[in-house]
Antibody
């Protein structure tokens, strides 16, 4: 069974940093592109970024709202993807989901809540 | 990277049909076949229901169908049921390895 489990969320002050993890199982992680998608409280889904596979040079792409502040990485030996979030702003407050790309965003984790507040 | 435009809400009675539009531009919806749709219940993760404009993943009822014309994609739910009441989001590839989601539509079953 395909599973994605996000962790690492919590309360952080504006300007701070946080690193999220997305632990996976049930599929060939090394051959899969992963995404991060977020959802602010009461708002819609917002695509955050994509990280491709080793064969695609671990290429990354980011939404303009997070480019230069967020960095995606992956550890294929641990079947885990990461989202390093720096220079956090109050508007980054959201539930962060990771998703597996296949037939579009075909599987999602349950999300982890990040709250940026003083 | 502006969000794709969806109606805020649509509603219909059980058994009827609803259609949700998703309007973008030639740089996203109009330029690629990679348009997908997601169903989301409150407090839950989204679930893929349509990919590549009109394809249904295994297990998704054929009451859900997708189409595209120009810069606008559409999701139609036929034979509306109570458990179709949820939020629905479209998503499109927008080039340069970037995706963009729609603003979301709340479906209410009257």
């Amino acid at each position: 069974e395909v599973q994605l489990v996000e962790s690492g969320g919590g309360l952080v002050q504006p300007g701070g940093s946080l690193k999220l993890s997305c632990a996976t199982s049930g599929f060939t992680f090394s051959g899969s592109t992963l995404h991060w998608v977020r959802q602010a409280p009461g708002k819609g889904l917002e695509w955050v970024g994509r990280i491709r596979t080793k064969s695609q040079s671990f290429a990354t792409a980011y939404a303009a709202t997070v480019k230069g502040r967020f960095v995606m990485s992956r550890d294929d030996s641990e079947n885990t993807a990461y989202l390093q979030m720096n220079s956090l702003k109050t508007e980054d407050t959201a539930v962060y989901y990771c998703s597996k790309e296949g037939e579009a965003h075909e599987r999602w984790g349950q999300g982890t809540l990040v709250t940026v507040s003083s | 990277q502006s969000a794709l435009t969806q109606p805020r809400s649509v509603s219909a009675s059980p058994g009827q049909s609803v259609t949700i539009s998703c309007t973008g531009s030639s740089s996203d919806v109009g330029g690629y076949i990679f348009v997908s749709w997601y169903q989301q219940y409150p407090g839950k993760a989204p679930k893929l229901i349509i990919y590549e404009v009109s394809k249904r993943p295994s297990g998704v009822p054929d009451r859900f169908s997708g189409s595209k014309s120009g810069n606008t994609a559409s999701l139609t739910i036929s034979g509306l049921q109570a458990d179709d009441e949820a939020d629905y989001y479209c998503c499109s590839y927008a080039g340069s390895d970037i995706d963009v989601f729609g603003t979301g539509t709340k479906v209410t079953v009257l």
